[in-house]
């Protein structure tokens, strides 16, 4: 067998990199990734229910047969929020959405709320670390159902074993996690950080790891059940406008508007002042009438 080394990439001109790339086999060239585009799903992508956060991820949305890390600061409260529209729409294609270590036990009219049937759930309670991986590793081996995990102390390779799994199945798996762990290194090709948004029904979310460029800044996701939406205001799920800061043109002089009452009470001080003025003017008048009277008696 004969052994055939490539060049380094010290060796290879700059100016030949896109030769050698369009030279390459269209099969081979059909599979290339560059690093600042983003990624394709190894296999298909399951919409999120979001369309700016589908804008985002490789493939358009969740992608199947790959492990998506979730983080966040407190469990059961935004994972559901966040993962409830695509949960549902597989639930309604009769796929099973299999739950292992919920923190919480599942609330099905809650649940129904968001779109998902309790028919289509299956909750797993394992008691230890090891019970909840090895439920969770068997669950991805069979490629039968959506699988949902809590695990909080899972180490770094146990996430790659995990991977590794979910690659042989066609539906997406998710691994939610604490936030701190956002620090340590994880083999989920997909991470997220949810935290709660501006008002009580939105998200925010910021891509942590994805197969593509690197993701800048948060998105913000309004998550509200459809059944919800009719009944809320528009303000619980918006923003509030920014107030705009007032300019002061130069040469201008602003003057504040005075309140009810403090315009009666000077309006009414204003009057006792003329009043006494007044007064005091007809005092005087008279006092000069009289003195002129007293002079012409006196001559």
């Not at 699988?147 to 799994?165: D, F, I, M, S, Y």
């Not at 000077?266 to 003329?274: H, L």
Request: hydrophobic share 45%; proline share 11%.
């Amino acid at each position: 067998m004969k052994t055939q080394y490539l060049p380094s990439m010290s060796t290879v001109p700059l100016t030949g990199a896109a030769t050698a790339l369009n030279s390459l086999p269209p099969a081979v060239a059909a599979g290339l990734w560059r690093g600042s585009e983003l990624g394709q799903a190894g296999a298909a992508a399951w919409a999120t229910g979001f369309e700016a956060l589908d804008r985002e991820l490789p493939g358009g949305g969740w992608p199947g047969g790959a492990l998506t890390e979730l983080l966040q600061p407190q469990p059961a409260v935004l994972e559901w929020r966040l993962l409830g529209p695509a949960l549902a729409a597989q639930g309604g294609r009769g796929r099973r959405v299999v739950l292992v270590n919920p923190p919480r036990p599942p609330h099905a009219p809650g649940l129904l709320q968001a779109g998902l049937d309790a028919q289509q759930l299956v909750w797993v309670q394992a008691d230890s670390p090891a019970q909840q991986l090895w439920c969770t590793e068997q669950l991805l081996r069979s490629a039968e159902a959506v699988v949902l995990a809590w695990l909080p102390q899972a180490r770094p390779e146990q996430l790659r074993r995990l991977q590794l799994h979910a690659q042989g199945s066609p539906w997406p798996a998710f691994v939610c996690r604490p936030a701190a762990a956002r620090h340590e290194p994880s083999a989920a090709p997909l991470r997220l950080l949810a935290a709660p948004g501006t008002t009580p029904w939105t998200l925010k979310v910021s891509i942590l790891k994805r197969r593509g460029p690197a993701h800048e800044g948060e998105i913000e996701l309004a998550s509200i059940p459809d059944g919800l939406r009719a009944v809320l205001p528009v303000r619980a799920y918006r923003a509030p406008a920014t107030p705009v800061a007032a300019v002061r043109r130069p040469g201008t002089v602003r003057v504040a508007p005075m309140p009810h009452g403090a315009l009666a009470a000077a309006s009414a001080r204003r009057a006792g002042e003329e009043a006494q003025a007044s007064s005091s003017t007809s005092t005087e008048h008279a006092d000069a009438v009289g003195r002129r009277l007293h002079a012409r008696a006196a001559h």
